[in-house]
C-alpha cells in the first residue's frame, strides 16, 4: 500500500515527483488554497490566474497538471479542485479534504513520491488527507498477468508515498492521527481487495481462511462453522441458502478483546460469495457483478481487524454468513419452508431472498452473547438503490436513538448514509399460511420489509441496527474522489468509527 508520511518541509525545500496543491471555487474565478503559498511564490504570486487560463475553476474532483517553476523541487504541480470556497471564518471539510486527496493520489498513479500542499488546519484535517490519498491510491491487480501466466509487472502502479506538508510528525495528536488513518485505509482497501476478488477464488471455504490468516496475524480468535457443522446446530437458514452449490457455507466467528473493555459490540455481515439468485433466477444483466454480494461480511471482517490494530478499549466480534446461492438439484425452491436457527421457520417465497436468511441464523447466534449492539451489514435489497441511489446507504434500527446515532457516525466518518423507517404494518405482509413468517412481504418498502424480518432475529432488549449499503457497496461508473470502480469497502469506516464511540462511552 502507499507510504503515509508526515513533514514539516515546505514544496521548495522537500524532493518529490509532485506537488500537490488545492484550488477553490471562488465567486470571481479560481482561488488557490491554504498550505500552497510557497507554491504561489514560485510562480509569482500568479498561480491561480495560470490556472485559470488553462481552464481551472475549483470544482471537486478537477484536477490541473503544470510544469512547476523553478523553486520547487517537485518537477510537476497538481491543482486538485476543493469545491466552493468556505465561507470567511470556516474551513474545508475534512472530506473535501478526503476527496481531493483522493482524487489527486489517483491522478499520480505511476509517481513514486507526491507533496500534499493542501490546507492542514489540524490533526484531523491531516488524517483526512492521508486517508484519502491511501483510499484514492488503491488498485486491484491481483488477477492481471502479462500474457504468459506470469504476474504483471505493472510499473503504473499506484503512489509510492504521500507525504503531507505542514503536519507535525513530532506531535502525539498528528502521528496518532496518521497512523489511524494508515490502519483504517488498509482495512477498507482489504475489504475492497476481497470484493473485487472473483467468486471463484473466494469461495465460503476460502473466505474463511482468509479470515482464519487474519485472526492469526492480529491476535484474534476466531471460531468456523462448516457444513457439518451448521447441519448439526440447526442453522437452517444458512444451509438452506448454500445447499444448491456445490461449494458449501461456513459461518466465522472472528473476536477482537481488549482487557479493560467495558461494552462489547456485534458484527454480522452478509456473505453471499456469489448470488445467482437459486432458483429464482436472477436475469440476464444481473448476474455479472454478483461477486460484490459479500461486501457486508468484507466490512465486518475489516472492522475487526482495524479494532485490533487500533487496540480500541472495546470487544468487538464479527459473524460472516458465507454461503453461495446457486440453482441445481438440491438447491432450496420456492415455497419451502426452513427452520431457522432461532427456531423460527420460514417460507421461502423468493430463493433470491437470501441474504436476509443468512443473517436471520447469524443475528441469532450474535444476540446469543448478549453484546450491547448489533450491527448488521448487507448488500441487501434493490429497494434500497431506488430510494437512496447507489452512494447512499439506509439506516435501520429497533431503537431509535441507535439509529441516529448510526447515521451520526456515518457523517463523522465521511460515509453518506440516511435514516429509514420501520412502518409496523408492513410486518403483516410477511404473514405466511404454513410458516411463522415468509422470506418476502408486498413489493413496495422492499428495503424495510427486509429490515422488519431482521428484526425479528434479534434478541430480546439487544440494540439493533441494519445498514442496506447495496448502492454503495460496488461502484460500476468512473472513480470519483478516493473511491474507485468495483468494491469500495463501505461500511467500514463507519463500523470502526462506531468502534471507536463505543470505546470511549459516547452510545451510552
Not at 1 to 8: D, F, G, I, V
Not at 282 to 301: L, R, Y
Not at 425 to 452: C, F, H, W, Y
Request: net charge negative; hydrophobic share 45%; aromatic share 4%.
Amino acid at each position: 500500500m502507499t507510504a503515509l508520511t508526515l513533514s514539516t518541509s515546505t514544496a521548495a525545500t522537500l524532493r518529490a515527483d509532485a506537488v500537490v496543491v488545492g484550488v477553490a471555487k471562488g465567486p470571481k474565478g479560481p482561488v488557490v488554497a491554504p498550505g500552497a503559498e510557497v507554491v504561489d511564490q514560485a510562480f509569482d504570486g500568479k498561480l491561480a490566474s495560470v490556472l485559470e487560463t488553462l481552464g481551472a475553476s475549483g470544482d471537486e474532483g478537477e484536477v490541473t497538471k503544470l510544469p512547476a517553476p523553478s523553486g520547487l523541487k517537485a518537477p510537476v504541480v497538481l491543482a486538485v479542485g476543493l469545491g466552493e470556497l468556505p465561507a470567511k471564518d470556516e474551513v474545508f471539510t475534512e472530506e473535501a479534504l478526503r476527496r481531493a486527496a483522493g482524487t489527486a493520489a489517483r491522478a499520480l498513479a505511476g509517481t513514486k513520491k507526491a507533496a500534499f500542499a493542501l490546507p492542514v488546519e489540524d490533526a484531523e484535517s491531516a488524517a483526512a488527507i492521508g486517508e484519502g490519498a491511501l483510499l484514492g491510491a488503491y488498485s486491484f491487480t491481483a488477477f492481471r498477468s502479462n500474457g504468459n501466466g506470469k504476474k504483471k509487472d505493472d510499473k503504473g502502479g499506484p503512489l509510492g508515498e504521500a507525504a503531507i506538508l505542514g503536519a507535525k510528525p513530532r506531535d502525539k495528536a498528528f502521528k496518532a492521527a496518521a497512523e489511524r488513518a494508515a490502519a483504517v485505509a488498509a482495512e477498507v482497501n482489504r475489504a475492497r481487495d476481497l470484493i473485487n476478488t472473483p467468486s471463484n477464488a473466494l469461495t465460503p471455504k476460502l473466505f474463511a481462511e482468509a479470515a482464519q490468516a487474519a485472526a492469526k496475524e492480529h491476535g484474534l480468535k476466531v471460531e468456523v462453522l462448516d457444513e457439518k457443522a451448521l447441519v448439526k446446530g440447526g442453522y437452517g437458514g444458512i444451509m438452506g441458502v448454500g445447499q444448491g452449490s456445490a461449494n458449501p457455507p461456513r459461518l466465522v466467528r472472528l473476536g477482537y478483546t481488549h482487557p479493560q473493555a467495558e461494552k462489547t459490540l456485534a458484527l454480522v455481515g452478509k456473505g453471499i460469495t456469489y448470488d445467482s439468485g437459486g432458483i429464482s433466477l436472477k436475469p440476464a444483466g444481473h448476474n455479472e457483478t454478483m461477486k460484490c454480494d459479500m461486501s457486508g461480511a468484507a466490512a465486518v471482517f475489516a472492522a475487526v481487524v482495524a479494532a485490533a490494530k487500533l487496540g480500541l478499549q472495546v470487544n468487538v466480534t464479527a459473524w460472516l454468513a458465507l454461503a453461495e446461492n446457486m440453482p441445481s438439484g438440491t438447491a432450496t425452491r420456492p415455497g419451502d419452508v426452513l427452520t431457522m436457527y432461532s427456531g423460527k421457520t420460514v417460507e421461502v417465497l423468493n430463493t433470491d431472498a437470501e441474504g436476509r436468511l443468512v443473517l436471520a441464523d447469524a443475528l441469532t447466534r450474535a444476540s446469543e452473547e448478549n453484546p450491547d449492539a448489533i450491527v448488521d451489514v448487507a448488500t441487501l435489497t434493490g429497494a434500497m438503490v431506488l430510494a437512496l441511489g447507489d452512494r447512499t446507504f439506509g439506516v435501520m434500527a429497533n431503537d431509535e436513538a441507535f439509529r441516529t446515532a448510526l447515521y451520526e457516525t456515518a457523517e463523522e466518518a465521511g460515509e453518506q448514509a440516511w435514516p429509514m423507517p420501520m412502518p409496523a404494518e408492513l410486518r403483516k405482509t410477511m404473514d405466511s399460511p404454513v410458516a411463522d413468517i415468509a422470506n418476502m412481504g408486498q413489493r413496495m418498502g422492499g428495503g424495510l420489509i427486509a429490515g422488519l424480518f431482521l428484526k425479528e432475529f434479534v434478541g430480546e432488549g439487544i440494540a439493533w441496527g441494519h445498514l442496506d449499503i447495496a448502492g454503495p457497496a460496488f461502484h460500476e461508473s468512473a472513480p470519483f474522489g478516493y473511491t474507485p470502480k468495483g468494491g469500495t469497502g463501505s461500511a467500514v469506516r463507519t463500523l470502526v468509527r462506531l468502534a471507536e464511540r463505543t470505546a470511549d462511552g459516547d452510545l451510552g
